[in-house]
């Protein structure tokens, strides 16, 4: 790092402390918790309508129309559409996205609605638009607003009686979480990526492993990250128990906001970058935890049960239920085996598969697209599996096209489809059937989350490109052209 | 059954911005079911195909429905909310790190919606916890020997007694024994008056002009292609 450090602070305080700090409206005290200010709210379809509500019975307005923006990602259609045209959307599904339209009309907050070239899944569309900079605050009905903590912005998901209060006061009432520090040193092998080192944070740690807190992610690892792959970090940083999982700014993150619409430019771009420059953690902040792993280390992860915390190195065997180290793990374990219907002492690898699903706010940007693309360039799907690819926004979808991306996948026998969250959450007509198998490149394996019944693996696009090629589950290490 | 929450529906009972205060949680009695399972996510306590709704009620006939519901929409006569029990019961015990995973209020909204009050935990997931407080739902955390009093109690008599006093932050079992649970001040303060926290959050309206007065903010989602 080579970037200025403050020395004027007299305790040296973290990322998550400053950008905190700046934003304290009214100090925590024991009785009341802080105010803290919201710089940007994002807004979709499912969380907000009773919010929306709350805030006409109430007689308020939305305080600040221009930090907060809309759009329709969760339950719309991916059917491939011609551009720009506006498809039909149906039923309860067809009622929200209306209802979403009329109060972003009401209230004057900006929507991009199906049909806008920048419509997309509410965490690829913030960054790509230069919104998410660092040390802002950012929230989003939405438990992977996490995801835009890669740019060292507090980033966090709330409730929906939350978002009313954001568009009501443009604030929040929170208590100060904890800090954890989670550093990846050493260096990734290829094949082995960004996805798998959260997928082994959250193993190792467990679904809870971050409750209270927020994490920090730094190390050489964490350094050596794209921006795109420093996102899908974050993202997943709630399957880890924590809110909000910072990474601190440096001249990759400067680097891919510059020139985005809502970047700054000229003279206040240089003063933006002198800010954002004194953000990063002083040498000596403390944190109240501190856990570490070795990149060097990692294989490609899978996950095997029907949480996120279920995940092993993708040569490893399904655990032992009776090896668990108390009865709650065993019964938890006993349980996921039995909905995924896998033996204890099992492999993954050769695995048959029924679907593969390249997409969702972690793993559905152009460098995904690009590295999955890559491996099935010249390859076919393999008989039997579905893949569907499904890019996190309409702008992600251009660059993908223009790059001739979609012509191999399609040439593979792939679906490529409209952007949105799709199989990630099932709630439009893209869903497993029951005891369906899926490689999912999405966050959530919980039962049933891919449609009811459905089973799924988590992986890296890489090892979903490498299973939708051979139909069974595949380490992409030993197939890279 | 003793309910002694009572509607807080006085002329003077009124939240700080002037809109209309909620029912009181002060205490109450009531049975208690078990769910044993830990790290209940929120697509278990509300599949996401239920959040088409733009309502927050109607939720408690989907609360667990993949494990409440065969194939053919039946109910599973053997899954907890089914049994008899369950009729009369205002609180749920599960294991730990309850309500974990996405952030969808509906989770508290179905619960509330079914009739439960309380949920009983070892621990919860954070996002869970604030949202559930917001509907006057209860999350008690309580330790693991209580914990294993408790399960051992509903074991033994499903559908057993349980009282939660919030102003006390204790919990009595069925056993008669005791044990405590933290709240957070405001939240309780909150419940215990009824009021809201929009409504204190509105009492800041002053401060909230000083600080943007001085913090002008770097973006306006404005003229960034949206309509
Ligand atoms: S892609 Fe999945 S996890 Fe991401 S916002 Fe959409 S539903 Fe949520």
């Known amino acids: ?481 | 059954m003793t309910l002694t929450a009572e509607r807080g529906g006085s002329e003077t009972a009124r939240n700080a911005d002037g809109s209309e205060v909620r029912a009181r949680i002060v205490r109450f009695t009531a049975p208690a079911v078990l769910l044993l399972a830990n790290d209940i996510d929120t697509d278990q306590i509300i599949p996401a195909r239920y959040l088409t709704t733009t309502d927050k009620t109607g939720l408690g006939d989907k609360l667990f429905s993949d494990w409440r519901y065969d194939a053919n929409g039946q109910p599973k006569p053997d899954f907890v909310l089914n049994r008899p029990e369950a009729r009369t019961a205002q609180v749920l015990v599960a294991g730990y790190n309850f309500g974990c995973g996405s952030s969808r209020e509906h989770a508290p909204w179905a619960l509330v919606g079914f009739g439960f009050r309380a949920v009983v935990a070892r621990d919860f997931a954070d996002i869970f916890r604030n949202n559930a407080l917001k509907n006057g739902l209860l999350p008690v955390a309580i330790d693991a020997a209580a914990h294993e009093r408790l399960v051992a109690s509903l074991t033994a008599t499903p559908g057993a007694s349980v009282t939660i006093d919030l102003a006390d932050q204790t919990m009595t079992l069925p056993d008669g024994t005791s044990a405590s649970f933290p709240v957070d001040t405001f939240a309780q303060h909150c419940l215990l008056s009824g009021i809201d926290e929009l409504g204190y959050l509105l009492t800041a309206d002053a401060d909230i002009r000083a600080y943007e007065a001085g913090h002008p903010g770097r973006i306006r989602t404005s003229g960034v292609g949206a309509s």
């Open chain 1, 1 to 481: 790092m080579t970037s200025p450090r403050s020395t004027l602070s007299p305790t040296p305080r973290t990322l998550f402390d400053k950008t905190w700090g700046a934003h304290v409206v009214r100090p925590e005290t024991p009785a009341t918790p802080a105010v803290l200010y919201v710089d940007l709210h994002l807004v979709h379809e499912v969380t907000s309508p009773q919010a929306f509500a709350g805030l006409r019975a109430r007689g308020r307005t939305v305080r600040r129309a221009d930090r907060t923006i809309a759009t329709m990602d969760h339950s719309t259609p991916t059917i491939p559409r011609a551009r720009g045209s506006i498809p039909v959307v149906g039923g309860d599904q067809g009622a929200q996205l209306a209802q979403l339209a009329r109060n972003c009309a009401e209230f004057g907050i900006p929507l991009l609605a199906l049909g806008n070239d920048r419509q997309g899944i509410v965490h690829v569309i913030g960054p790509e638009m230069g919104l998410t900079q660092p040390g802002m605050t950012i929230v989003c009905g939405d438990s992977h607003t996490s995801t835009h903590g890669a740019f060292g912005a507090l980033a966090f998901g709330i409730g929906t009686s939350e978002v009313e209060h954001v568009l009501a006061t443009q604030c929040l009432l929170q208590r100060k979480p904890r800090t954890m520090a989670v550093r990846v040193d050493g260096r990734l092998h290829p094949g082995v990526s960004a996805k798998d080192i959260i997928l082994a944070v959250i193993a190792q740690e467990g679904v809870d492993g971050g409750t209270g807190h927020v994490f920090e992610y730094m190390g050489e690892a964490i350094r050596a990250l794209s921006m795109e792959e420093r996102m899908t970090v974050c993202n997943m940083s709630i399957e880890g128990g924590a809110r909000a999982g910072l990474i601190a700014p440096d001249d990759t993150t400067f680097e891919y906001i510059a020139g985005r619409p809502a970047a700054p430019e000229g003279a206040a771009w240089d003063a933006a970058v002198a800010e954002w420059r004194q953000l990063p953690s002083d040498d000596g902040a403390s944190f109240d935890r501190t856990v570490t792993l070795d990149a060097s280390q990692l294989a490609p992860m899978i996950t095997y049960g029907t949480n996120p915390g279920m995940g092993m190195p993708i040569d490893a065997r399904v655990p032992d239920p009776s090896a668990a180290p108390d009865a709650g793990r065993r019964q938890a374990l006993d349980k996921a085996l039995h909905y995924m219907d896998l033996r204890p002492g099992e492999p993954l690898l050769g695995k048959r598969v029924d679907v593969v699903f390249l997409g969702s706010c972690t793993n559905s940007r152009i460098s995904d697209l690009r590295q999955a693309a890559a491996l099935m360039r010249g390859r076919a799907v393999a008989q039997g599996v579905r893949m569907l690819v499904v890019p996190g926004s309409q702008q992600v979808k251009r660059q993908a096209e223009a790059e001739g991306l979609d012509a191999v996948f399609r040439a593979a026998g792939a679906e490529w489809r409209e952007a949105g969250c799709s199989m990630c959450i099932a709630m439009n007509d893209d869903r497993l059937a029951p005891g369906q198998y899926a490689v999912s490149t999405s966050n959530r394996n919980f039962e049933g989350r891919q449609g009811k019944g459905g089973r799924t693996f988590l992986a890296s696009p890489l090892t979903a490109a490498a299973t939708a090629i051979t139909g069974v589950i595949t380490d992409a290490r030993t197939m890279v052209h």
